[in-house]
């Protein structure tokens, strides 16, 4: 089964050119995410541990791929590769983890902090004259999948009677089912669903993050947190109406009764398109540009007891949902926020729900 | 409108709060009616306690600077400069230009220092510039 290959090393490709690309994109005060004040940013130690993390970097892909050809070629099952994936993404932390230690304790030893003035800066503008969230750009996924529903309706009585409902190796059905309006509308459930998660992702960007705007040039960081914002939102309701397209697809496919090999590129192909466009767009805005603002004299505040392991933000006091990631792309979760706790478990939730409602029937 | 918080500094933090909202609306940057965020929204932005957020801004409202109502919030009014005031002011305008003067800056340069800085509001009116400058 050839899907299973062209998903795995798409995915593998896309995340060693994020891994690699990073330390470029990301701020240069929160390298490997480790805060530093600007002037250090050109440190010995920072510049070293980029170049070292780069060339790990790059080992641990070519293990991954090792792995990814191991797996196949002994166990002849392609469904095991996006292991390979995984094995990957445990490498880049562990080659994160090192270059944000090496830094942390370079940080520690030089007292980089020290005699200088750490401040916070806020834009009250984003709370007295909120950006608008860009509602317009929804209607690509509610035309998909009204115009699901709409076909559904339209065709269900010419339907066969026994619909296929999970496919097996080669594109053939290995499950089927009596054709009912929980069978044949079930990917329109997943529509639903998807569409509103990502909806609730996007709103709680607008709603319930925290910007964290660059004291030493508060008005261009503030004006590109406001860009960032919108281009995030954009970005993930692109990926849910493509997300829409792709299981519209494979609607079509399931109610004329369509056998082939390539039906799960059907839902693969729009989705991973999706998912290269959202990150390139993000990536290519991912920090903000220097447009000449006079420096304040302040720098940002040394905030790393909150993010341990460098990546996951925990943090009791912060009433924020969403901040953002120091190295990635977009936002992470505060884990110290209780709310976080009840929507995890809420998408945990309708994930169980979606599965039940897909191979319960 | 950006809020800057020095953490290094001396002067606490409501103050601070209070001292950048004060030179916000000499310069213009909010006007009459203008809104402030909820104390809360504030509080949670900077990261700090509410209660700090809620004493920058009654300072405020103790100086006839905003109004604080429970349905629309913190919004800037319009005020005039009364006589208990013009002497407080003074006596600490006083204070700040003896530290100049103790420290040997030339009165010109005090003046003229003065000046740029009533300048670099956008509200002051030329006719309205009372630099009470004691002359020496």
């Known amino acids: ?361 | 409108m950006i809020l800057n918080i020095d953490l290094a500094s001396e002067v606490p933090i409501y103050q601070q709060l209070r001292d950048r909202i004060v030179e916000a609306i000499a310069e213009g940057v909010l006007t009459e009616g203008s809104s402030l965020p909820a104390t809360r929204a504030l509080a949670a932005d900077f990261g700090i306690n509410f209660h700090t957020v809620n004493k920058a801004y009654d300072l405020l409202r103790q100086q006839g600077l905003i109004r604080l109502n429970r349905k629309t919030g913190a919004v800037v009014t319009a005020t005039v400069a009364d006589s208990p005031f013009r002497a407080d002011w003074t006596a600490r305008a006083r204070t700040v230009l003896a530290e100049a003067v103790a420290k040997g800056l030339p009165a010109g340069e005090v003046l003229k220092t003065c000046q740029s800085v009533l300048d670099s509001f956008a509200t002051t009116q030329p006719e309205d510039t009372p630099c009470l400058l004691p002359s020496s």
């Open chain 1, 1 to 361: 089964m050839p899907v299973a290959i062209v998903v795995s090393s798409g995915l593998s490709a896309l995340l060693l050119a994020i891994a690699l690309v990073l330390p470029s994109i990301n701020s240069p005060t929160v390298p490997f995410g480790v805060r530093i004040p600007a002037q250090r940013a050109d440190d010995p130690t920072v510049l070293r541990q980029t170049r070292i993390y780069r060339w790990r970097v790059l080992v641990s892909g070519i293990v991954a791929a090792v792995i990814g050809v191991v797996i196949y070629s002994v166990t002849g099952e392609a469904l095991l590769l996006p292991l390979s994936v995984l094995v990957l993404v445990g490498l880049w932390y562990g080659c994160f983890f090192l270059a944000n230690h090496e830094i942390r304790a370079a940080k520690a030893a030089g007292g980089w902090y020290e005699g200088l003035h750490q401040g916070i800066a806020v834009d009250t503008e984003l709370r007295t004259d909120p950006p608008r969230f860009p509602w317009l750009w929804l209607a690509p996924a509610l035309i998909v999948t009204v115009a699901t529903v709409v076909i559904g309706v339209i065709s269900y009585p010419s339907m066969p009677e026994i619909l296929a409902v999970h496919y097996g190796a080669k594109g053939v059905p290995n499950r089927l089912a009596a054709k009912s309006v929980g069978t044949a509308f079930s990917l329109a459930f997943v529509q639903i669903g998807v569409t509103a998660l990502l909806v609730g992702i996007a709103a709680a960007i607008f709603r319930s993050s925290r910007p964290d705007i660059d004291p030493a040039r508060p008005v261009g960081s503030a004006r590109w947190h406001r860009q960032y914002m919108s281009l995030g939102a954009k970005a993930l309701l692109g990926l849910v109406a493509m997300i829409d397209v792709g299981m519209l697809g494979s609607s079509l496919l399931m109610w004329t009764g369509t056998v082939t090999s390539w039906a799960p590129l059907v839902v693969v192909l729009p989705i991973l398109a999706a998912v290269v466009v959202a990150v390139v767009v993000l990536a290519r805005n991912n920090r903000a540009r220097d447009e000449g603002e006079e420096d304040t004299g302040l720098i940002h505040r040394d905030d790393d007891k909150y993010w341990r392991g460098g990546l996951f933000y925990i943090n009791r006091e912060d009433r924020a949902l969403l901040v953002p990631r120091r190295f990635g792309l977009g936002w992470t979760l505060n884990f110290g926020n209780p709310r976080t706790a009840m929507l995890l478990a809420g998408v945990v939730a309708l994930i169980g729900l979606l599965i039940t409602v897909r191979f319960g029937g």
